[in-house]
């Protein structure tokens, strides 16, 4: 049983040579695998990033929205000189509002003053997306982009130049909490992202609307891509060893990381949702359905017979759920809140999500990570994978 957790405790402690990019600066950290390293390596606690605690307010405060002063072709000018939260210096993240002509984002730029070059905040889709030709509101936060020197984005008299075809543009200045990690998914044309998984080293993100699955490093770059399984790949687990995926074709897949399956079978529901690994077996939640259900699955059994072998079932709270993850002996799953949960169905413990539209999520061993939205306190379409302590 689970009795709480101190939040004076230090986080990542350990984990493989990771480096996180953090809102206001780039710290190096290294961590590991506790089960496939032997060597731990402790890092001096001021080395050690802090991840914002679950029931901690992420958005500290915010200006109103700022126009531009003039527009000359493409290019917008804006100033922020009467912003208190850049006369005071607290500011640290931009958001973005504007309209383009169809569903689809435009090639979006804001001029780096440090470089003195143009930076991309946003992209136009490949040929292969469909556009909606009307007129479409899109959002962006500058750090869930990828843009961290956020300093660099006013001039010595704080004014910004962003350039696109676009209309209706507004932008406002944030204050981050400092402690809030959120790493960019930087797959282009990725439109929705389903399943997650940490393998002490990278993230594993499985989209059925590419019918891919990414490895991504610790900053959100692709290292490679593999084809799907099958056509609907939702939640993901990793055993130490391999990657599972629960697929909408009501099947589990187990593939190598490099994408040969290397087992599957079917599961007993229409809505094979979250997936877990632990206590040497497969916890699977359903997404949907009169009564969400969890199972227990031997996967050895399984792979065997290419039906899964059910061990027990009990309740899933909350709604339905692509999130679940195993956390020491609990179980952790997502849907209007994040649930800790005992195998029996009894929860534990229940948190409001301080993120927007999450999908599935991973325990490190310390923390959950969550594929989502951004901070529910702000309008933005930007994939990212945050990381929250919980109490």
């Known amino acids: ?54 029931d901690e307010p992420i958005l500290l405060d915010l200006s109103d929205p700022i126009e531009p002063y003039t527009v000359k072709g493409d290019t917008f000018y804006l100033s922020f000189q009467n912003i208190n939260l850049v006369k005071n210096g607290t500011y640290n993240d931009f958001d973005v509002e504007y309209v383009t002509s169809s569903s689809c984002d435009e090639e979006v730029f804001v001029y780096n003053y440090w470089t003195k070059s143009w930076d991309q905040l946003s992209y136009a889709p490949s040929g292969n997306v469909g556009c909606i030709s009307l007129f479409w509101y899109q959002h962006h936060l500058f750090s869930a982009r990828g843009l961290k020197n956020f300093w660099a984005y006013l001039s010595n008299q704080s004014q910004m130049k962003l350039t696109g075809k676009i209309t209706d543009l507004k932008v ?63 939640g993901m687990a990793f055993d130490g060893q391999h990657i599972w995926i629960a697929d909408g074709s009501d099947r589990i897949f187990k593939i190598d990381s490099y994408g040969p399956i290397l087992c599957e079978f079917t599961v007993p529901t229409d809505y094979p949702g979250g997936l877990a690994w632990g206590n040497e077996g497969l916890w699977l939640c359903e997404y949907e359905g009169a009564n969400l259900r969890t199972f227990r699955i031997n996967p050895l059994q399984s792979c065997s017979t290419n039906t899964a072998t059910i061990e027990f079932t009990s309740k899933t709270p909350g709604g339905g759920s692509w999130g679940l993850a195993w956390a020491d002996s609990n179980l952790l799953v997502v849907s209007d809140s994040l649930y800790e949960y005992f195998l029996d169905g009894t929860i534990f413990n229940a948190w409001p999500l301080p993120v927007r539209l999450v999908k599935d999520i991973s325990w490190d061993g310390e923390a959950v990570w969550m594929i989502n939205r951004g901070p529910r306190d702000v309008w933005s379409e930007d994939l990212v994978i945050t990381r929250f302590r919980l109490p």
């Open 172 to 234: 406002r200045a944030l204050e981050i909490n400092p402690d809030y990690l959120a790493i960019p998914i930087r797959v282009k044309d990725l439109s929705t992202a389903e399943g997650l998984t940490y393998d002490g080293n990278h993230f594993w993100v499985s989209s059925n609307w590419s019918d891919k699955i990414y490895e991504l490093d610790s900053l959100g770059y692709v290292l490679r891509e593999i084809p799907a399984p099958y056509r609907y790949p939702f």
């Open 1 to 54: 049983m689970i009795t709480g957790r101190d939040k004076s405790l230090p986080v990542l402690k350990v984990a493989s040579v990771i480096s996180y990019t953090l809102l206001i600066s780039q710290i190096l950290v290294v961590g590991c695998n506790k089960k496939n390293l032997a060597t731990q390596i402790v890092l001096p606690e001021e080395h050690i990033p802090q991840s914002t605690f679950i």
